[in-house]
């Protein structure tokens, strides 16, 4: 791996650097509504919200190596997000850069880019499992329009969202995954019904959602008919590049030994402690490592290649790392840990980093089956 910069990527380095000084402050006021819509506005400015979308579509046009560069800057200084809409801009709007048509790339994407829209994603189902395609979800064409009816559930955000990226199932009679469409769905559409499914802190981002007799003309369809499977594995690619997964556990890792430094375990800080030193170690060495596979398939699309199966080790590392740190944090905060503290929340919602986007068993067969070459039986 060579991340050399050349002179034209330093000077965007030393740009960024400067831009965080001269607009971030210290603390960042994560949570001040004044604050963000400035900062998104700044940034949207720039055009750093889409670094790397086309220009023509109001994106900032950006290569691969300076959108990691501003990555980098970004969440060493723990900035505010690039944009408000996440799952728009992580693959909803990449996949229709690539799969839409003019007047979809037209009506969507600036939006995404704007904050003006906020999409979740309908994937999973109540009887499907970790099987995806084998979804029921169906969609029957009528004239120019096709009418949805099933089930979603475990939608992240669709309480709060506008629109939903979802599969449906248009040909019953294929192969599971041929008979699947991609429809880009207003979520204020007649007969969707959201029922929000509070976790453990009380906080609500999944969801079901149900879908009667809704109707949606076909040119909301992303890409051909029975094409949707190929659609959405590529906006999934997009989501495992991996590259960030490192730097947020890093920032984890950092807020459990600041924790730790002013915790106490017999009589001494916690942090003196051999036992919590050597977890904390451990989860060290893995977040490093974690660095290093995520710059590896850095060096890999930066020399062309696609990101394979190889993205699991990251989402299967954090998922454990999630567990292990969000087990630790409770232990440190004690009876304390009974308050309703950021540090609590985090504990008690880390099962939907876990779960969202592919449980750790199925980041183990991915990892088995097309990295080791082991059987599926």
């Given amino acids: 791996m060579d991340f050399q910069l050349t002179a034209e990527e330093q000077a965007f380095r030393d740009e960024v650097r400067s831009f965080l000084d001269a607009n971030l402050p210290d603390p960042v006021p994560q949570d001040d509504p004044a604050f963000l819509k400035e900062w998104n506005a700044k940034v949207r400015e720039k055009r750093w919200i889409g670094f790397n979308w086309p220009v023509e579509w ?26 408000v809409d996440f799952m728009g801009l992580t693959w909803v709007g990449p996949a229709i850069i690539t799969h839409g048509s003019d007047a979809q790339k037209a009506k969507h994407l600036e939006k995404i880019l704007d904050g003006e829209s906020y999409w979740c994603t309908g994937y999973s189902e109540p009887d499907v499992g970790s099987d995806l395609a084998a979804l029921q979800c169906r969609a029957v ?9 099933g089930q979603k559930i ?20 294929v192969a599971k995954w041929k008979g699947i469409s991609c429809i880009l769905l207003p979520m204020d559409s007649p007969g969707i019904e959201i029922q929000p499914i509070p976790n453990l802190s009380g906080k609500v981002s999944f969801n079901q959602v149900f879908f009667n007799d809704v109707r949606t003309p076909v040119s909301n369809r992303l890409g051909a008919e029975g094409e949707g499977w190929r659609v959405v594995m590529g906006a999934l690619a997009n989501e495992r590049s991996g590259i960030s997964e490192a730097t947020e556990m890093q920032q984890h890792l950092d807020d459990i030994r600041e924790l730790a430094r002013n915790s106490t375990r017999n009589g001494h800080p916690a942090l003196e402690d051999n036992g919590v030193c050597r977890r904390l170690a451990d989860m060290e060495i893995r977040v490093e490592a974690m660095r290093l596979t995520g710059l590896r398939h850095l060096t890999d699309q930066l020399q062309g290649k696609r990101s394979g199966s190889e993205t699991a080790i990251n989402k299967l590392q954090r998922g454990i790392l999630e567990f292990e740190m969000s087990e630790l944090t409770l232990e440190l905060l004690g009876s304390a840990s009974q308050q309703l503290s950021q540090l609590t929340g985090d504990a008690l919602g880390w099962h939907g980093t876990v779960i969202g986007g592919g449980s750790p068993n199925i980041q183990r067969n991915i990892i088995g089956e097309r990295i080791l070459g082991l059987p599926k039986d």
Wanted: net charge negative; aromatic share 8%.
């Fill in 58 to 83: 109001g994106g900032g046009g950006g290569d691969l190596m300076r959108q990691f560069v501003l990555k980098e800057e970004m969440s060493a200084r723990r900035a505010p997000a690039l944009g």
């Fill in 141 to 149: 064409l009528d004239g120019d329009e096709y009418v949805i009816n």
């Fill in 154 to 173: 475990w939608t992240t955000a669709a309480h709060i969202s506008s629109d939903i990226f979802m599969l449906v199932r248009t040909d019953p009679d």
